[in-house]
């Protein structure tokens, strides 16, 4: 069955450092993923997703099949940047259209 | 991009009542979703809410709990049944549009 497994629950760092959020996922077959972001009072949006291979909002992330992961990352860190992150893919069975959703790391920036 | 509304955007509610939230997209779409996000944790998908079928509900979640409709391609409602405090939660209204999920602001319940 699929998985996605953020193992940071909390994370923080310090304006203009650098940032990753860890996603590690479990697939059989090539997966499609995405980050989806949650700012305070808002609601869950798509970030960013591995097929379109953007940079949002200065954010990327590389989908690594050897190490099944999909880690997000951004060179400098803005306080806009503090959010709750998702990492999801869909469900296992085909034609599914539906997303499957990982615990999620709460990001904060500190000035 | 789908813009999703739901209301109740809260609600504090009786053990043994039933609540129906409501979920108006601005756009046509095929695919629905109502998923719950319960405390401290991740979203969970309860079920996919079909036009003019029957909702499919996901391993855990049954129609008599959650009855869920769907008159139209822009409309769909889900009930949350008989409550109790483990139903306390935010409810989320999702819809599928050129391959991106869309989601309300959610719908959050407090059971006493």
């Known amino acids: 069955a699929q998985r996605v497994t953020q193992p940071e629950k909390l994370l923080s760092v310090f304006k203009g450092a650098p940032v990753e959020l860890k996603c590690n996922y479990s697939y059989s077959g090539s997966p499609e993923l995405f980050w989806y972001v949650q700012y305070s009072r808002q609601r869950l949006q798509l970030l960013l997703r591995?097929?379109s291979r953007e940079s949002i909002k200065g954010f990327t992330a590389d989908l690594n099949k050897g190490e099944t992961s999909f880690h997000l990352k951004k060179p400098f860190a803005q306080e806009e940047d503090s959010a709750m992150y998702y990492c999801?893919?869909?469900?296992?069975?085909?034609?599914?259209?539906?997303?499957?959703f990982g615990t999620g790391t709460r990001l904060t920036v500190i000035p | 991009s789908a813009v999703i509304s739901q209301k109740p955007s809260r609600d504090i509610c009786q053990r043994g009542t039933s609540l129906t939230i409501q979920c108006q997209v601005d756009s046509q779409v095929t695919m629905m979703f109502w998923y719950r996000q319960q405390p401290g944790q991740s979203l969970t998908l309860i079920a996919t809410a079909n036009q003019g079928s029957e909702a499919t509900y996901e391993s855990g979640f049954v129609i008599d709990k959650f009855p869920i409709s769907r008159p139209n391609l822009t409309f769909s409602t889900l009930t949350v049944s008989n409550m109790s405090p483990e139903d306390s939660s935010i409810y989320l209204c999702?819809?599928?549009?050129?391959?991106?999920?869309?989601f309300g602001e959610g719908s959050r319940l407090t059971v006493l």
């Open positions: 999702s819809a599928r549009e050129s391959g991106e999920l869309f």
């Open positions: 999801a893919l869909p469900p296992y069975q085909t034609g599914a259209n539906n997303l499957f």
């Open positions: 591995h097929i």
